[in-house]
């Protein structure tokens, strides 16, 4: 297990974790939220028997910098946190579960066509509202 800080481009900074297990591509985990860490989603962490986990707390969740700026609060903001994390912690291919509002994230990131992701999982996320 090892801990990470992620610098983005904004000067912000996020905490990570990445479990490191089997062989199989690597999972990013989005937590829901926002305004959730990701700690709920501890159990996963059972899934690195298979393949490295990667925890996350999104910009102003858990860990990671809280930045009193609302202007950061928009869905393409976190979309483009997640093109940055992936970088940042070289998951040029992996796979992505989204849970709540990690799934609305995962499915605006989605719509940008990125490379390298495997599969998507939403995972308590509607459909609508």
Do not use: K
Request: with cysteine; net charge negative; hydrophobic share 40%.
């Amino acid at each position: 297990m090892s801990e990470h800080w992620i610098d983005l481009a904004s000067g912000h900074r996020l905490w990570s974790r990445r479990i490191e297990g089997g062989p199989g591509l690597p999972l990013l985990l989005l937590h829901g939220g926002p305004g959730a860490g990701n700690d709920y989603l501890e159990p996963l962490a059972a899934l690195a028997e298979d393949r490295p986990v990667i925890f996350y707390d999104q910009l102003g969740c858990g860990r990671s910098d809280r930045p009193d700026d609302p202007a950061l609060w928009t869905i393409g903001r976190f979309a483009d946190e997640v093109a940055e994390v992936r970088a940042a912690l070289g998951l040029e291919r992996c796979h992505i579960l989204g849970q709540s509002w990690g799934g609305w994230l995962l499915v605006e990131y989605l719509l940008r066509r990125p490379p390298g992701v495997a599969s998507a999982v939403l995972a308590s996320t509607s459909a609508s509202i």
